[in-house]
């Protein structure tokens, strides 16, 4: 199973990115995908987190500091998960990582079997 972010950049505190995550190879049934992050000297924490049951996707997980601010969706069919970043703070800049498992245990614990490279998001003020 590879794991691949992309949609990371620089924007102006206020302004929005999509961050898109494609799970390819194997397929993972009833899988589960989440979305951390790291910004320097800070331990990883998870973000968004959404698992699927019978394809049918559904949110297990998102922190306080981004509730509503960054939307989760998923594309089951796709291996897809989708975080939009809307109204970005500084500090929100970090790499944002992608995880994916079969099963949600794991990806909760932030020890998914499957990692993403990561995609650097820069927030300015």
């Known amino acids: 199973v590879q794991v691949m972010e992309s949609g990371g950049g620089s924007v102006q505190a206020g302004g929005s990115l999509r961050l898109p995550c494609a799970a390819s190879g194997d397929t993972i049934r009833n899988d589960c995908m989440g979305w951390f992050r790291q910004a320097p000297g800070k331990v990883r924490e998870a973000v968004a987190i959404?698992?699927?049951?019978?394809?049918?996707?559904?949110?297990?997980y998102y922190a306080d500091s981004v509730n509503a601010r960054f939307p989760a969706s998923k594309h089951s069919a796709k291996n897809t998960l989708f975080l939009k970043m809307d109204s970005l703070k500084v500090e929100d800049s970090a790499i944002y990582y992608c995880a994916a498992d079969q099963g949600c245990n794991s990806v909760v614990a932030g020890i998914g079997r499957y990692w993403g490279q990561g995609t650097q998001v820069t927030v300015s003020s």
């Open positions: 959404m698992g699927s049951g019978e394809g049918t996707p559904y949110h297990l």
